[in-house]
């Protein structure tokens, strides 16, 4: 769901950089051959988040929610030099479609994916993460930022994306399991007196946390 109107979406696309020919590829390829594509970053998003990488310089970045890891191709064009990417993803069956645009088998690939349940997966690496991505199931929200914020040092950030959730979190006659979570991770932010946020209503909603 876009919040912008139309019109003034389209001027600001028009008015930003395009997509890389790579991630062009990988769009349609989504498009074309995966199930539920909407959930893809698209090239607007993912200029943000290139914007983003290139402003932090991240030298580890974690990204619990791989898909089919266009927005890991996003993060990687801000990457410091020697850094590590780490994404994290339970879906077995995007594989193939991730070892072809992340080019997972070549040797010295700063992109490590993780299949499996990230909870777990998040205490078993030894990082100290400059960069965090929150795109997975909208439920474990809360309890991801609770396990990496330890591992962040002041100045970190974490991205949120679908913190909007097409408008439900509004509705109050909305109270299906994601939503009322991510009204509760919205909440616990905006409390939260370790970090300072901002929502941007762009797409479905991206928070933009810093840690104190």
């Known amino acids: 769901m876009d919040f ?13 950089d395009s997509e890389p020919e790579i ?14 594509p909407r959930m893809l970053a698209g090239d607007y998003q993912g200029r943000l988040l290139s914007m983003i990488s290139f402003m932090v310089r991240p030298e580890n970045i974690l990204e619990i929610g791989t898909y089919t890891g266009y927005s890991a191709l ?3 064009e801000g990457l410091k030099d020697g850094g590590e990417i780490h994404t994290i993803d339970k879906n077995e069956e995007l594989q193939p479609i ?3 645009y992340l080019k997972l088998d ?9 299949l499996g349940n990230a909870l777990e997966i998040i205490d ?3 990082k100290d993460w400059d ?3 929150l795109d997975a199931d909208k ?11 330890p591992k962040m040092k002041p100045g970190s950030f974490i991205v949120a994306d679908n913190v909007l959730w097409s408008g439900k979190v509004i509705d109050e006659k909305a109270n299906d399991e994601d939503t009322v979570a991510l009204r509760k991770f919205n909440k616990h932010v905006k409390e939260d007196h370790r970090v300072s946020e901002i929502i941007l209503p762009i797409r479905d909603g991206i928070t933009i946390i810093r840690k104190l």
Request: charged residues 20%; hydrophobic residues 35%; negative net charge.
């Open 139 to 149: 439920s474990n929200y809360l309890n991801y930022y609770e396990k990496v914020i």
């Open 131 to 133: 960069l965090v991505f």
């Open 98 to 100: 991730l070892k072809k």
């Open 74 to 76: 996003c993060w990687l």
């Open 4 to 16: 912008i109107e139309h019109d003034i979406l389209d001027y600001a696309i028009n008015h930003s």
């Open 23 to 36: 991630l062009q590829q990988l769009n349609r390829e989504t498009h074309i051959k995966v199930l539920n």
């Open 106 to 114: 070549e040797p010295n690939n700063p992109i490590h994916f993780h």
């Open 124 to 126: 078993e690496l030894d």
